[in-house]
């Protein structure tokens, strides 16, 4: 049975005293080409989101830089508000009931 796994992140940078009001979102999810994408959206919380896809070769390529961007928005005042994994199972390993 074939899967593939989707990674998601949320982050908040919230200081009322300086106004600030962030979002950013980090994703690992597999493309249509059997590449995997690293998925970025950031922007104030309410307004929309800016966003940038990166394509890498591998899962564990797209991973790293996953890690990376994600320290980087921690060293900045980020904190972590929500980790999501989800299983999205290809159509060749879903049964009938």
């Known amino acids: 049975m074939s899967t593939s796994f989707t990674h998601s992140v949320s982050l908040f940078r919230i200081e009322p005293e300086r106004n600030c009001y962030r979002a950013y979102r980090l994703e690992v ?3 249509l080409f059997g590449s995997w994408c ?3 959206f950031w922007g ?3 307004r929309k989101q800016r966003s940038m896809y990166e394509a890498f ?11 990376k ?3 980087r928005r921690l060293g900045r005042g980020y904190s972590i508000r ?3 994994r989800m ?3 290809t159509p060749q390993g879903v049964r009938a009931g």
Do not use: C, S
């Not at 899962?59 to 830089?65: G, M, N, P, S, V």
């Open 82 to 84: 929500r980790v999501d």
């Open 44 to 46: 104030r919380i309410g």
């Open 87 to 89: 299983v999205d199972v």
């Open 29 to 31: 999810v597999p493309d």
């Open 57 to 67: 070769p591998t899962y564990e390529k797209a991973r790293e830089q996953a890690e």
């Open 38 to 40: 690293v998925m970025r």
């Open 69 to 71: 961007l994600l320290h």
